[in-house]
């Protein structure tokens, strides 16, 4: 999953420990990436990114499955990982 962000945006900030959660707990099934929108405008740009926070969920091949933009919580995070068969475990 990549979590398009920025510091001064507050769902952004809410999205931090949850996303600092998923990254720390879940290593083995999922990757988090961070993406700063200004100072990584191009890849801002590439993915089409109009709002932040924005989280684009990937499966292990890099073919993009979901987009969701706006505060997200865990338990969505967790069921969007589910919905395209990620199993996760603790």
């Not at 100072?39 to 801002?44: I, L, P, V």
């Amino acid at each position: 999953m990549v979590d398009f962000s920025m510091e001064s945006c507050v769902p952004c900030k809410m999205m931090v420990p949850i996303l600092e959660d998923l990254e720390s707990n879940y290593t083995q099934d999922v990757k988090i990436i961070f993406v700063h929108v200004a100072k990584e405008q191009d890849k801002t740009r590439e993915f089409g990114i109009q709002m932040i926070p924005t989280q684009v969920f990937f499966d292990a091949t890099g073919k993009e499955l979901e987009r969701h933009s706006g505060f997200i919580s865990k338990e969505d995070i967790l069921a969007t990982f589910e919905k395209y068969g990620i199993v996760i475990t603790k």
